[in-house]
């Protein structure tokens, strides 16, 4: 009887992701220069460097921009996709050189036989989450023990992209268990922040972040469930969004998550304008995924625009009762405040958070149904060591633990009881009249806050395994409201120092915690970034919101 052949060592394994990684950016043609072996921290110039005029020119456009070129035969699609595909190189990611090429010279070819493009993302270069199947490729969600998985198929997500012309370049990197604000595996290592390589990039989707940020992809797709896509753009100073659950296709990703409707998980864009993050969202709901995927919503996306005689309520929440955000986050909220004030079709109201840390409480007893089991064993398997967030969010976390049908139906019904109790607190922020119809007497809602702005984070990108706070993201999550990040500024140490003597008064132990993290020195020239969020649904609302104020108050600040 023939032995069993001894398990490999997980290092074993890890090593094999990082070559076949390694050699994926060695097929990259014309071949990059050696970079050094010490990087200054800060690396986003370092492709203005070495690329040439022209690939600089191209992957610094704006999505729409480039769109239009590579539609009207401006730019062909290989002469596009050799740029990006060399700038993602110097990023570091996952590189898919054999097939973006092959796709971009048909692509070029049908342009050429049609006189017209192939379709709406016709050569756009998309950079994928490794956690969204492409089919013959690895699967492996950040765990060692799934290195031999593979997609069958392609995600539903990306056939509808594919059919409109897009070109996938790259794959990037997510964290172990999916479940960290930060994204770290020990298949892949540590993804940093190319403003300061000792920092976080962000979680889970912080791939996708630092990617978009050195401009190695102009569109890239992420995943989110507590923050995911929000917190990886916010510390690298791009746009992220957040749509409501069941609009976007999500058949075809990898997850260990069982119960997982308990908190939706979602996919959605991260882009370096507010246009890219539109033009996903209008291209995938235009092919009516809904048909294949029936637990999606049949609504149509309905493009809305803002103008100057449109009045507007924007709510704002300084803080989320629980954790005070670092200086740096409260200064871009008040410039910002200052400047809605002065639109005249604009009003902004004070928002009280309502009760978040119950809010945390619901959500982390219904992340993990099995009591983190199925990821423990999943990790288990390969022999890979828990990493300190792992362990943070699954092991040291009080709410996690297995639950009964009776136990799993209490948590669900405080979920639906929050979610009746902050509509009644949202509604509370506007004027009400009576429904003469109605016989019970009862009130409907007029005039309620269009948008909330607030922090996406408490502070902007921190040092590694210290993103420790969910909650200015994942409150959304529960309460299932799109959300969308944005750039506003950068940290100023003088700007952003604490005043001699300053004691801060720490609204909990949590925001004591926080607070010890904040280093103006370390943050200076960091991105800040802020958040939008709206009501189930609106979507398109809060996009065309965000647009408008972006155009009339010329974000970015600074």
Not at 111 to 120: S, T
Not at 262 to 286: C, D, E, K, W, Y
Not at 347 to 366: C, G, K, M, N
């Amino acid at each position: 009887m023939p032995r069993a052949q001894p398990k490999k060592p997980w290092q074993d394994i890890a090593k094999e992701a990082q070559n076949y990684r390694d050699e994926s950016i060695a097929q990259v043609e014309p071949k990059l220069p050696e970079l050094p072996d010490r990087l200054p921290e800060c690396v986003v110039n370092i492709p203005a460097q070495i690329l040439t005029p022209e690939e600089r020119e191209i992957t610094e456009t704006p999505t729409e921009v480039l769109l239009e070129l590579l539609a009207s035969g401006g730019h062909t699609a290989v002469t596009v996709i050799t740029a990006f595909l060399r700038r993602a190189a110097l990023a570091q990611k996952l590189l898919l050189s054999e097939r973006a090429l092959a796709r971009a010279k048909y692509l070029d070819a049908y342009f050429q036989k049609h006189n017209r493009p192939f379709g709406p993302l016709h050569g756009l270069p998309i950079s994928v989450k490794e956690q969204i199947g492409m089919k013959g490729l690895k699967l492996c969600a950040g765990y060692v023990a799934w290195w031999g998985k593979t997609a069958e198929e392609d995600a539903h997500l990306l056939k509808i992209l594919w059919r409109a012309g897009a070109v996938f370049h790259a794959r990037t990197t997510e964290p172990q268990t999916m479940m960290h604000l930060e994204t770290d595996s020990n298949l892949w290592g540590v993804t940093v922040n190319p403003y300061n390589v000792n920092l976080s990039a962000g979680g889970s989707s912080g791939g996708e972040g630092a990617l978009i940020s050195l401009m190695g992809s102009c569109l890239g797709i992420g995943t989110d469930i507590g923050g995911s896509i929000r917190v990886p753009a916010a510390h690298n100073g791009i746009y992220g969004f957040k749509p409501t659950a069941f609009r976007i296709p999500t058949a075809g990703w990898s997850s260990t998550a069982p119960s997982a409707d308990t908190i939706p998980s979602v996919i959605g864009p991260l882009s370096t304008s507010i246009a890219g993050i539109s033009l996903f969202m209008r291209t995938i709901i235009a092919a009516r995924p809904w048909l294949i995927e029936p637990s999606l919503i049949p609504l149509p996306w309905s493009p809305m625009q803002i103008s100057k005689n449109q009045d507007l309520k924007i709510g704002v929440m300084w803080h989320d009762g629980v954790v005070t955000p670092h200086p740096p986050i409260t200064r871009a909220l008040k410039m910002l405040v200052d400047r809605l004030k002065h639109l005249p079709n604009i009003e902004v109201v004070e928002f009280p958070a309502y009760l978040h840390d119950e809010a945390w409480a619901i959500l982390s007893s219904l992340y993990f149904t099995d009591g983190g089991k199925s990821n423990l064993a999943t990790i288990a398997t390969s022999g890979e060591p828990i990493l300190p967030l792992t362990e943070l969010i699954i092991q040291s976390n009080p709410c996690v633990r297995k639950l009964t049908m009776q136990q799993l139906g209490y948590w669900e019904e405080e979920r639906e009881e929050y979610r009746t109790e902050y509509a009644k607190v949202w509604n509370g922020t506007g004027t009400h009249r009576e429904v003469l119809d109605d016989d019970n007497g009862s009130e409907e809602p007029r005039r309620t806050m269009d948008v909330l702005l607030c922090a996406a984070s408490p502070g902007v990108a921190p040092r590694h395994n210290t993103s420790k706070y969910w909650s200015y993201t994942a409150q959304w999550n529960l309460l299932d409201f799109p959300a969308v990040v944005f750039p506003v500024g950068k940290v100023d140490q003088s700007l952003d120092a604490l005043e001699p003597g300053h004691r801060h008064e720490p609204l909990s132990d949590l925001d004591a915690d926080n607070w010890d993290l904040y280093d103006p020195e370390l943050s200076h020239n960091l991105p800040i970034s802020l958040q939008l969020v709206a009501r189930r649904f609106e979507d398109e609302k809060l996009l065309a919101i965000l647009e408008y104020i972006s155009q009339e108050i010329k974000l970015p600040l600074t």
